[in-house]
């Protein structure tokens, strides 16, 4: 019997393996796919989660990239270099997350993919966790198994507090630009943004809407966006997938079981950022069971105040701003983005060296005539 079984090898579920892992827990990996696996993503990764880990991500970084670049409906174009500590960090999924199991590995955690998990059951104190090949057993069991999992189901969370959208994205095989640059285009879409995040050998140009749930052609929109930077989706397979955004704090936690990643709903609503709040979650989830483990009785419910308290807070506030900007976005654009100290502030909220409690009601002041706090 395992210590912990983490059912999802994504941010989260690596985070977790393997800090608990490294305090020599029995940690078991399952994985419905092969490693390592494309994954739809952007890949942008705040360079802060490497305060949570003791080893060197540059062999999991595609390149590092410091200039953004915004559009509105292809013209008028913002730019501006990144003056954060650390550039923001390009990745592919695929390496990215292969990456983090492996140092779990390194740690002694134990991974099975290819394997599909088919049902889990409470025994008196510890999971059956049912699986295309045999059952294996766990005193706690982390659930990591993303948007569209059934861990949270199976786990008795019927109904999650969560803004459940959509986004459509294509990588385009290409020659990495001499000066990497993120680009974000507002306009074309509603309620989000189309993006073109560049890596070593190519681009992730996507599109996504976090607010709402107004139907639109991402296909033809995306297929716009991708003609106006010179780039060719008709080589290239499109990705469509669901994210889990937050929409308030809520219980996390069950029966010796936690949800993290986007099963715990911890993407960002202004951003859609999901890694880092993913990884963020994997780490508390780690430190909980661990504490579980030692004894303490109250750990699994003090995960869900922790996310709260420590990640909540922030998105109520990013829930905010995505609001008053989604909805005019045209005004959000002029007064926002166009504002001289815009870029610098976004991009240091996207490195993780700016909270959004520390400049959302200064934006939004410019963006609503007459709010207050």
């Known amino acids: 019997m395992y210590d912990c ?60 990239a410091d200039l953004l670049r915004f559009t509105w409906k292809l013209g008028d174009p913002v730019e501006a270099k990144i003056n954060t500590k650390e550039p923001i960090w390009m990745v592919r999924r695929d390496v990215f997350d292969h990456f983090l199991v492996q140092q779990a590995q390194k740690q002694g955690a134990k991974l099975q993919d290819n394997t599909e998990v088919t049902g889990i059951e409470f025994q008196n104190d510890y999971w059956q966790v049912n699986t295309a090949n045999e059952p294996v057993t766990g005193r706690y069991l982390i659930a990591a198994d993303g948007a569209k999992g059934s861990m949270a189901k199976w786990l008795g969370f019927k109904e999650r507090k969560r803004v459940l959208t959509a986004a459509l994205e294509a990588e385009v095989p290409g020659i990495a630009e001499n000066q990497p640059t993120i680009h974000f285009e507002f306009g074309l879409v509603k309620n989000g943004y189309l993006w073109n995040f560049p890596k070593a050998d190519g681009y992730s140009i996507g599109v996504g809407a976090f607010i709402g749930r107004q139907p639109q052609d991402f296909k033809k929109i995306l297929d716009e966006y991708a003609k106006s930077l010179n ?45 880092r709040p993913s990884i963020f979650s994997g780490l508390l989830a780690a430190a909980t069971i661990n504490e579980a483990l030692a004894g303490d009785a109250n750990a699994l419910e003090k995960y869900s105040q922790a996310i709260s308290e420590q990640w909540g807070t922030e998105m ?27 870029p610098q502030v976004m991009s240091k909220v996207m490195c993780g060296e700016v909270r959004y409690s520390d400049v959302t009601t200064r934006a939004l002041k410019r963006l609503i005539p007459g709010f207050s706090n």
């Open 5 to 64: 079984i983490i059912v999802g090898a994504g941010p989260a579920g690596g985070t977790a393996a393997y800090h608990l892992a490294k305090q020599g827990r029995s940690v078991l990996v399952l994985e419905k796919q092969s490693l390592p696996r494309y994954k739809p993503c952007g890949g942008g990764v705040s360079p802060v989660i490497a305060q949570w880990f003791d080893f060197d991500f540059s062999p999991a970084i595609s390149l590092k």
């Open 231 to 275: 780039l060719d989706l008709k080589t290239s397979k499109q990705y469509g997938h669901p994210l889990c955004i937050w929409d308030g704090n809520q219980k996390l936690h069950a029966q010796n079981a936690l949800l993290a990643g986007e099963a715990a709903c911890v993407v960002d609503p202004m951003t859609a950022e999901g890694i």
């Open 316 to 342: 109520a506030w990013a829930q905010k701003l995505a609001g008053a900007f989604y909805r005019f976005p045209n005004i959000g654009y002029k007064v926002g983005v166009k504002h001289p100290s815009a």
